[in-house]
């Protein structure tokens, strides 16, 4: 190596950074206009940088399990939104419905206890761990005498829910994936297509047919404003509750992934999953513990969703375009790449909320943006922002 | 194909055109209109599932954005052809989005200003449906080719993905500023004339006329040309195929029956809205191509046929019945799956078949059933309960079954022929016969064997399994 090629700049690692800084002056150059010559308010621009902090963090917990069901079996689970939507309804139910009868608390504790023995065996390794199974056993007689009794909050409902749509994220894996373990992957495409159909058509039968008010007894949920400058900033206490839930959910993502034998096995299975099958890793194990923990993540971000918006639309339609955009999120981002999933929602949140901000009149082009940028990313680089590169060699 | 039978096929093809006639002419003078109707939609959904064939099956790349094309097509015929009273109900509407230009594009108004006065007259509303037809056919086709260039530089899923996109573009827009004009946004065209896209001649003769332009194409250079696409990208690049120009062809043609199939389902259902063309359609004609048999013409369409009559006749399936018979219809379909899934494994060879578990599921599903039937006469479970949207996961549930056991479809690539019919090529090995003889008889693969002898005579034993 040279002096001469030392001194040259790297431009793949240039370019991003560069786009990123231009959009950036772009982006400060129009609000200073918009402020200065047509009198928008600066409050109008933070309330906009708080709502896009908001669903940007959402569509993050929900691309997080998209991207990382995608590096280890290279499946875009289309069923993922369905699955957001499965944790807010079940969390719904939790805490509208209890107390339960006992047919539906048996039910909803077995459910919710085989969560808790997922997560137990998470740390433990093995499912005929005394710890897992006497913590199974001993959750589900708490959960049936909890259920029976007491009308459940919403942070409990969102715990059990997590638990209990974890568990659904494996069911998922274990009757329509892992079948197709070998198959060519349009058969699994077309197969996860087929899932989130079913799970939207279940969600109907199972849930209901109605819009449903979302609205637990809780203080986050209150109206709150401030002052910037000569404008107020009228907003929402949750706001702050879905940021900082999904840094730490995030947090403890990555802790988990990066610290822990059963996250470093999901990273050497993501690598070469046969290689790993050689080194001892189980790696049937290591998809189901990525989808439970996808599917946690869907669960909290379906909850916040609730929370930050009122309501739930019908079980068919709910998940889906959340799902699509969170799914272009985590393309975006990088998809198969963690911290590519989270900068790809936090990014697209942000093109939402915005850029109808900066650009009057295109709140109606809102949802094109997502599909818009997930195809230009894809055509003009596919590995996302912080990705590997997924071209095909001879 | 040999050509001293091409006579006798071209005879019994036109003796099966005629069947056909005869059997349209029983559903036209029949009482039922409902089988009218479905009849018809079969006809549309037909072109529109072996249009999507084009892409899927012959040429390997999973397209999803088949609805978008349709509503363009779609959208295109319904404001070509809309009448008079339509465009006068739309101008006077407070809502409406469109303005005097787009709603004067019509083919009575192109035909008048060409003096073709004839042409403008009501008898005459078929010829200028044809040419509304073609016209959206047409512009989905220059739509088709917009997903040429990415279709050249990404693999299956990612290039599935991006068509999804390009559909679900295509519906969002429709419904703003942008394509508003066009479209009168969310409200859509009411009063689009019926009398074409729910009349079994006109739906089915253009079926005809599709499977025949399909069934040529995939017999001919351009087909195998495309066929060796799907089996091998770099290959077939390799071997002088020109992927953009194919992969164009592809998907205009294909775009070109979807924009067809599209203005004649707008006239099916007499009125143009968005919340028609939704990806459900797109996913139902993935399950018609997936269930049939990718890349067969015939599956295709036995697919439709199977597609259709459940959305269709499923309505007994969605009354308002008891849990007790419900759950005794679960245990007949935990029976059911259970002995499938035991016939299934011992078709396949594979072990262990599941004898155990298979009786254990069967009986399950058997106790499950009893109890469903005996349970309301002692009082339990009579409480009624509605099952919504069970055709759609009844298809859903087909779908992922067929991709767990048959991925290639029922028919696989097979096409009908008159040959299988008249069992001509019976005594004639088939194609795997025909590969395991080439290496049986091939010295130089077989003197690479360790131990020539004994491998041989077991694939002999074995015969063309």
């Known amino acids: 190596m040279s002096k001469l090629e030392s001194k040259r700049l790297d431009l793949r690692i240039f370019a991003p950074w560069a786009v990123g800084l231009g959009v950036l002056a772009v982006v400060l150059v129009r609000i200073a206009y918009l402020v200065n010559v047509e009198g928008f308010s600066v409050a109008f621009f933070v309330g906009a940088f708080l709502q896009s902090a908001q669903l940007g963090s959402l569509y993050a917990l929900i691309a997080l399990g998209y991207t990382m069901v995608y590096g280890i079996i290279r499946l875009i689970n289309f069923a993922h939104g369905e699955v957001f939507m499965i944790g807010a309804f079940i969390a719904y139910f939790l805490f509208t419905r209890t107390p339960y009868s006992l047919p539906w608390a048996v039910v909803t504790a077995l459910l919710t206890g085989l969560g808790v023995m997922y997560v137990l065996n998470l740390w433990r390794g093995r499912l005929n761990d005394p710890v897992v199974l006497a913590g199974g056993a001993g959750s589900f007689g708490l959960l049936v005498w909890l259920m029976t009794t007491v009308q459940l909050g919403w942070i409990p409902a969102l715990i059990f829910s997590m638990l209990i749509t974890g568990v659904v994220g494996i069911g998922l894996d274990r009757i329509a994936y892992r079948p197709l373990r070998g198959a060519p992957r349009i058969s699994l495409l077309i197969t996860a297509i087929a899932m989130s159909f079913f799970l939207q058509n279940f969600g109907v039968l199972a849930f209901t047919r109605n819009v449903t008010p979302f609205r637990p007894a809780t203080s986050w949920t209150q109206a709150m404003q401030f002052q910037v400058g000569d404008g107020t900033v009228f907003m929402s206490r949750v706001i702050f509750l879905v940021v900082i839930l999904t840094v730490v959910l995030v947090m403890i993502l990555t802790q988990f992934v990066s610290r822990t034998r059963l996250g470093k096995a999901m990273r050497a299975s993501a690598q070469d999953a046969e290689v790993a099958q050689m080194m001892g890793i189980n790696v049937n194990r290591v998809i189901a513990t990525t989808f439970l923990l996808g599917s946690m993540l869907a669960a909290a971000a379906g909850v916040l969703w609730g929370l930050t918006y009122g309501t739930l639309s019908q079980p068919a339609v709910m998940g889906v375009l959340p799902g699509i955009k969170a799914f272009a999120a985590a393309v975006i981002g990088g998809i198969g790449s963690l911290p590519g999933a989270v900068v790809g929602g936090v990014l697209l949140g942000f093109m939402e909320n915005f850029v109808t901000a900066l650009i009057p009149g295109t709140t109606q082009y809102k949802d094109t943006f997502a599909f818009a940028l997930l195809v230009l990313v894809l055509l003009v680089k596919p590995s996302g922002i912080i990705g590997e590169d997924l071209s095909e060699k001879v | ?465």
């Not at chain 2, 459900?280 to 048999?293: D, H, P, R």
């Not at chain 2, 009559?309 to 029976?335: F, N, R």
């Open chain 2, 1 to 465: 194909m040999k050509d001293e039978h091409r006579i006798r096929n071209l005879a019994l093809t036109v003796g099966g055109l005629g069947l056909l006639a005869v059997a349209l002419l029983l559903v036209d003078q029949g009482t039922s209109t409902k089988l009218r109707q479905v009849a018809a939609l079969f006809a549309i959904w037909g072109v529109a599932t072996i249009s999507l064939n084009l892409i899927n099956g012959v040429t390997g790349i999973l397209s999803l954005g088949h609805h978008g094309f349709m509503l363009l097509g779609g959208y295109t015929t319904a404001l070509l052809i809309l009448p008079n009273e339509g465009r006068a109900r739309i101008s006077a509407s407070a809502r409406s989005m469109m303005n005097d230009f787009t709603l004067g594009l019509s083919v009575e108004n192109w035909a008048r200003s060409l003096g073709l006065d004839a042409l403008a007259e009501p008898e005459m509303l078929w010829v200028r449906f044809i040419v509304a037809l073609v016209i959206g056919g047409l512009v989905a086709a220059v739509f088709g080719l917009l997903v040429v260039a990415p279709s050249l530089r990404l693999r299956g899923d990612y290039l599935a993905i991006v068509t999804f996109g390009f559909g679900e573009i295509i519906r969002l827009l429709a419904s703003t500023d942008l394509l508003a004009p066009f479209t009168n946004g969310a409200l859509g065209f009411s009063g689009v004339p019926s009398l074409m896209g729910r009349s079994v001649w006109w739906t089915f003769a253009i079926l005809v006329i599709t499977v025949f332009v399909m069934a040529r194409l995939k017999f001919s250079s351009y087909g195998r040309a495309l066929q060796a696409i799907r089996e091998d990208e770099i290959a077939a690049q390799a071997m002088g195929i020109n992927l953009a120009y194919h992969k164009a062809l592809a998907f205009s043609l294909s775009a070109f029956f979807a924009g067809i199939a599209g203005g004649l389902y707008v006239s099916w259902l007499a009125s143009a809205r968005l919340d028609s063309f939704l990806f459900f359609l797109t996913f139902f004609f993935l399950v018609a191509v997936s269930v049939g048999g990718t890349g067969s013409v015939t599956g295709t369409l036995f697919g439709t046929a199977l597609v259709v009559g459940v959305l269709q006749y499923g309505d007994p399936l969605e009354q308002s019945y008891p849990l007790g018979t419900w759950l005794a219809m679960g245990g007949v379909a935990v029976a059911l799956g259970g002995i499938g899934t035991y016939l299934y494994r011992r078709s396949r060879h594979l072990r262990p078949s599941g004898m155990r578990v298979g009786a254990a599921v069967v009986l399950l599903g058997i106790a499950i059933a009893t109890f469903g039937v005996l349970a309301p006469s002692y009082g339990l479970l009579d409480t009624p309960f509605r099952a919504f949207g069970l055709r759609r996961i009844g298809l859903a549930v087909l779908l992922v079954l067929i991709m767990v056991a048959r991925p290639e479809g029922m028919f696989g690539r097979a096409e009908f022929s008159w040959a299988w019919l008249l069992r001509e090529r019976r005594d004639q090995p088939t194609d795997t016969e025909r590969a395991q003889d080439a290496w049986l008889s091939n010295p130089e693969l077989r003197e690479q064997l360790d131990d020539p002898e004994p491998a041989a005579h077991s694939l002999d034993e074995e015969g063309g399994r």
